[in-house]
């Protein structure tokens, strides 16, 4: 019975030793698991020279930022994996960026990745392109303008997507599992939006005929029926739009 209790001690001593040592550790890192070195990160900058007039972004752990720039060419930044950088290249009119966490990782390599977040920084010359398609996993999207889109299409699994100063001269579709889709200043032909959790919040540039819906959430939107289309929908969140005065 003293074997027995003595073991047990002894085992609970070990785990508070190593908890603590785990505690201190992190601790001297910054809280930052990326340090742990388990996956080799690099920074990287690709100047694309080619003419494109869409953009194509498929992504399964990144934080995506598009923003415009006063540059003469388009630049794209990537911290990623040294063994699993993002392809970046100009394919049949498009931008096209693809990403995608290598199988052969750990559980604590694949932590280890999440914890340092692979970043996308594409900056854009001109100002009006055609279509913007992004699928995403995991991660935010974050959409800086002054820039103009011929159309939208945004998924995102897990993570947020944030919208300032864009237009999207048709239609701007959104779809989202779990995340926030905010904008300001920006407008749209057309909007559709649907979230399983998450709020909607913005402001629009031009009136909308908005139809917004929330199972579980409040919904504070402008009461006309005048404008571009716009279904707004969120399962579990709050809808709150506001349109810019002219």
Not at 5 to 26: E, K
């Amino acid at each position: 019975m003293k074997k027995a209790i003595i073991a047990i001690v002894t085992a609970a001593a070990l785990i508070v030793c190593g908890t603590s040592l785990c505690g201190i550790s992190y601790a001297k890192m910054g809280n930052d698991l990326s340090k742990l070195g388990f996956v080799e990160m690099e920074k990287d900058e690709v100047k694309i020279e080619q003419e494109f007039q869409e953009v194509t972004i498929r992504s399964d752990i990144a934080a995506v930022t598009i923003q415009s720039t006063d540059q003469t060419y388009c630049s794209v930044e990537c911290y990623q994996d040294k063994k699993a950088p993002f392809d970046v290249r100009v394919e049949n009119g498009a931008l096209v960026i693809d990403s995608k966490t290598r199988e052969d990782l750990t559980w604590y390599e694949r932590a280890s990745v999440f914890a340092s977040t692979p970043k996308v920084i594409i900056s854009l010359p001109k100002k009006d392109y055609g279509t913007l398609l992004a699928k995403m996993d995991t991660g935010n999207l974050k959409i800086e303008g002054p820039l103009t889109f011929e159309s939208m299409d945004l998924t995102m699994d897990t993570g947020d997507v944030h919208l300032s100063r864009t237009i999207t001269s048709k239609e701007l579709h959104v779809k989202m599992d779990t995340g926030n889709f905010t904008f300001e200043d920006c407008d749209a032909g057309s909007v559709s939006a649907e979230l399983d959790t998450g709020n909607i919040e913005g402001s629009f540039l031009s009136p909308k005929a908005i139809e917004a819906k929330s199972d579980t959430g409040s919904v504070h939107v402008p009461k006309q029926t005048e404008g571009g289309a716009c279904r707004l929908k969120t399962d579990t969140g709050n809808i709150r739009i506001t349109i810019a005065e002219s």
